[in-house]
């Protein structure tokens, strides 16, 4: 693996699957976890790996700087974003950072940044707006009048909405060939 070698981080743990990533992190307790875009219900993942208890730090390693991933990754609660082709030397230095507590996302441009607020419903829009202004969810709730758990059980909502459309465009782009007869 590419952080083997890198000062300071050690690889406690690799999982194929977001259930297996679950279970390895509440069984090791990691500082920081970095996650695949590609990773299956990465967005539940990273939204879970924060509900637990010490929960770690995280970085969604993706293969472009999309839009839709890295408003994703705010709205589940990650702490960074990290393009796939980074140098190990780039991602071993963001995981430290992100580690000790920096917020590590590419600026949004105006364009993307309504476009994700077109994404979704719109009562919805407000907690994407703030999110991604980077409000602290307590105090989003507070905000409006939502509990904790009602804001969480919305953020749950807003990816699956994001998560419908991205399906929706891979499935435009990569149409599935129908069988002949």
């Not at 000790?100 to 419903?121: I, N, T, W």
């Amino acid at each position: 693996m590419m952080l083997g070698c890198q000062r300071q981080i050690r690889v406690i743990a690799t999982a194929e699957s977001s259930n297996d990533a679950l279970s390895l992190a509440n069984e090791h307790k990691p500082q920081a976890c970095v996650v695949s875009a590609t990773l299956d219900d990465w967005p539940g993942l990273a939204r879970r790996l924060k509900q637990i208890d010490g929960p770690p730090r995280m970085l969604i390693y993706d293969a472009a700087e999309d839009a839709r991933v890295i408003g994703a990754a705010i709205i589940a609660g990650a702490d960074g974003t990290l393009r796939r082709d980074a140098r190990p030397e780039e991602l071993a230095d963001v995981i430290r950072r992100v580690t000790s507590g920096a917020m590590l996302f590419p600026s949004l441009k105006p364009g993307e940044f309504r476009e994700l607020l077109d994404c979704v419903d719109d009562h919805d829009r407000a907690i994407v707006a703030m999110l991604l202004e980077r409000t602290h969810p307590d105090h989003i709730a507070g905000i409006l009048g939502l509990s904790a758990h009602a804001l969480r059980r919305r953020r749950q909502a807003i990816l699956q909405q994001l998560n419908a459309l991205r399906t929706s465009d891979a499935n435009r782009r990569h149409p599935r060939s129908e069988p002949h007869a």
